[in-house]
């Protein structure tokens, strides 16, 4: 285990994962099986000096540039392209519908390593209700399918995530 005080966060390199002071007692608990004075020895020393820079709320978000933190997995996900920056691969944003949660959305878009949770936020934020059925159209056309309708361009990109 190491803290990365840029983010906030106690990263198990074991577990691939990042921990914030409320839930780094859990995980202590869960993966090491650790009670009683192991674990409040190892909370107090988290509690103390420099350690104090774990966040109670939330992690950090790196920035899209940013390189990739050591010792996180490096996932297969999905990037929304209706949302800011989209124009600079033919994309038109669209406007948003609902407010959007800051913790989820950059300036590079809304990111996920789920299909799903991208139709969701697609859904949701922007009112494009037609999703699977545009994906399944892109799918058969993508063989060599007819071509029903005029193909538009892919609403999301597929990218290389870590997640905190």
Not at 20 to 37: A, C, D, E, M, Q
Request: proline share 4%; with cysteine.
């Amino acid at each position: 285990m190491r803290v990365l005080p840029e983010l906030g966060v106690l990263l198990c390199i074991e577990h691939g994962s990042c921990y914030i002071k409320t839930n780094v007692g859990s995980h202590l608990t869960r993966k090491y099986s650790l009670k009683g004075v192991e674990k409040k020895t190892i909370l107090a020393w988290l509690g103390s000096g420099a350690e104090t820079t774990l966040r109670e709320d939330h992690a950090v978000r790196p920035t899209h540039e940013s390189t990739p933190v050591y010792g996180l997995p490096i996932y297969s996900g999905y990037q929304c392209r209706c949302d800011s920056g989209a124009e600079k691969d033919g994309l038109k944003p669209q406007p948003l519908q609902k407010k959007e949660k800051q913790i989820r959305q950059s300036y590079y878009g809304f990111l996920s390593v789920s299909l799903e949770w991208l139709r969701q936020h697609q859904s949701q934020v922007h009112g494009l209700k037609d999703f699977k059925k545009r994906q399944h159209q892109q799918a058969i056309e993508s063989r060599g399918g007819e071509k029903t309708e005029q193909a538009e361009p892919k609403r999301y990109r597929e990218v290389r995530l870590q997640t905190l």
